[in-house]
């Protein structure tokens, strides 16, 4: 069977489970399957595939049409400016979640060392793209998932920040270290009875520690600001990712911890989504 045959099948079959991105998804697969990237298999479609890679191709469709993730059949996800390497161990990064890195880099502009924490790093996507583009920048990052640390590592290394970064696995009210000039967070904020509502994708695959808030879905919020006012230097920046409906809760969490509200951010989705505030 060539390239293009194959591919074909394996439209089919996604189509067949109502999956939006057949063809795309197919084409990436393949690509996986191959070792090779997605250009080639565009080019090269009439070439012929050898049985061990034409059954990884057909077991990676299967657990695709079991609903399970792109980014973690293939082990990484494009965030910002860089490649992530991910598993079903952290939380895939989102496009809303990069509007947390436009906001970071246009508040830190005008600044030559900073000191940042990442409360609940996940992958690292958040902390290592700041450092990325701030060449000066130091960063830290906590989680309470070793394999995320470990992950968060691998990435800190692959985009050349390692040796700006330190890593440490805790619980977020147990983490003592250090002052900081800027506090970033995307925390679990799905209410508890929500999470069977979320997508199959979602709800079946991803991490539940990074996505359970909770019975009001504040509880980790409420532990995130708690620790931010304590560990964030005065004058401080705390920027925090929330759900679409917490805005107003949110801020009167950050008001009862001296945090001033710079401002609010919708998501592509024209959701409240992040909210930037100041230590006072």
Not at 164 to 182: A, E, H, I, Q, S
Request: charged content about 30%; proline content about 2%; hydrophobic content about 35%.
């Amino acid at each position: 069977m060539n390239i293009q045959s194959a591919i074909i099948e394996g439209v089919n079959i996604l189509q067949g489970k109502h999956i939006q991105t057949a063809q795309l998804d197919a084409e990436i697969l393949m690509a996986k399957a191959l070792g090779k990237d997605r250009k080639y298999i565009i080019l090269n479609n009439n070439k012929y595939i050898q049985c061990k890679s034409l059954g990884y191709f057909k077991e990676l469709i299967k657990e695709r049409s079991s609903r399970k993730p792109i980014a973690y059949l293939i082990n990484k996800k494009f965030f910002w400016n860089s490649e992530f390497f991910i598993t079903s161990d952290t939380l895939i990064p989102r496009p809303d979640t990069e509007l947390i890195i436009e906001q970071i880099l246009k508040i830190t502009k005008h600044k030559k060392n900073m000191n940042i924490l990442d409360i609940g790093v996940g992958s690292g996507c958040i902390l290592l793209s700041i450092l990325n583009e701030r060449k000066k920048f130091y960063g830290t990052g906590i989680d309470i998932s070793k394999n995320c640390i470990n992950i968060s590592k691998i990435n800190a290394k692959n985009l050349n920040v390692n040796t700006r970064t330190k890593f440490y696995k805790t619980d977020v009210d147990k983490f003592y270290f250090g002052k900081y000039d800027l506090i970033v967070s995307n925390p679990p904020y799905i209410n508890k009875h929500n999470l069977k509502y979320l997508d199959i994708d979602v709800a079946n695959f991803e991490p539940k520690i990074a996505l359970d808030g909770g019975l009001d879905g504040l509880s980790e919020i409420r532990k995130v600001i708690k620790k931010t006012s304590e560990l964030i230097k005065k004058n401080g920046k705390f920027i925090l990712e929330i759900g679409f409906d917490q805005k107003n809760k949110v801020i009167n969490l950050l008001k009862k911890k001296d945090f001033y509200i710079n401002c609010t951010l919708k998501d592509f989705a024209n959701n409240d989504r992040c909210i930037i505030s100041t230590k006072i």
